[in-house]
């Protein structure tokens, strides 16, 4: 199995500072998702990077797929509270072919304060 | 669009009860899979069925668990007897078939507790 790692674990800031959240892996992805989940829901998809060094950005949000394709991040510029949840990275699964089975990482929990 | 629909959203029971966790995937989708998550361990893939038949259950904890999919639109996973360890949320996820980029949708989950 490949693992994935973030970091931080845990991150609270204030409304209106910026942040970034790092997913890293010794292994190589042809693909990562980024997903956010919030209290009580399951884990929505954000994001997709599939190129070595792509950047992807969604309103506030930048994400990073890095060259050698074993590691992303994402930034987020003036946090709002509103971006407050569960931040998971994942990949398919290295030999999954056609399956589409996802490593997820442990994820980075952001709370905004207003 | 009705997403994925998980029921219950809440289950308290006493341990050596038979739990039973059902799932309605999104209509269309070829791909289904059960998930658990915990503080601990995130979020652990458990099984995973493709057109309606189990392709990995490696996930699945020991055999008191076991998930079944009578058809494209219902999944259950079954804990019997059920313990406290077995405390978690539990997602159900489908998806499509075609390409690996294809996104996971997640129900609600069913937040488990066992006394």
């Known amino acids: 199995t490949q693992l994935l790692e973030q970091s931080p674990q845990f991150l609270s800031i204030q409304e209106g500072e910026n942040l970034t959240v790092y997913c890293n892996s010794s292994?190589?992805?042809?693909?990562l998702q980024w997903y956010r989940q919030e209290p009580g829901e399951g884990p929505v998809l954000l994001v997709t990077?599939?190129?070595?060094?792509e950047v992807k950005k969604l309103k506030r949000l930048t994400f990073q797929f890095g060259d050698a394709r074993k590691d992303s991040s994402l930034h987020i510029t003036a946090a709002q509270p509103g971006d407050t949840g569960l931040y998971l990275c994942?990949?398919?699964?290295?030999?999954?072919?056609?399956?589409?089975?996802?490593?997820f990482g442990s994820g980075t929990q952001l709370t905004v304060l207003p | 669009d009705a997403g994925v629909i998980q029921s219950p959203r809440h289950e308290v029971t006493e341990m050596g009860q038979e739990v039973t966790l059902r799932c309605k995937p999104i209509s269309g989708h070829d791909y289904l899979f059960w998930y658990r998550q915990t503080m601990m361990r995130g979020l652990e893939l458990l099984i995973y069925f493709n057109n309606n038949v189990p392709i990995d259950d490696s996930g699945m904890p020991e055999d008191r668990f076991s998930a079944k999919m009578p058809n494209a639109s219902f999944s259950t996973l079954k804990i019997q007897p059920s313990e406290p360890r077995d405390s978690a949320v539990y997602f159900c996820?489908?998806?499509?078939?075609?390409?690996?980029?294809?996104?996971?949708?997640f129900g609600d989950g069913t937040r488990l507790s066992i006394l």
């Open positions: 996820a489908s998806s499509l078939a075609r390409g690996e980029l294809q996104p996971q949708h």
């Open positions: 994942a990949g398919p699964e290295k030999g999954s072919g056609s399956a589409r089975q996802l490593t």
């Open positions: 990077v599939v190129t070595g060094g």
């Open positions: 292994s190589v992805f042809s693909s």
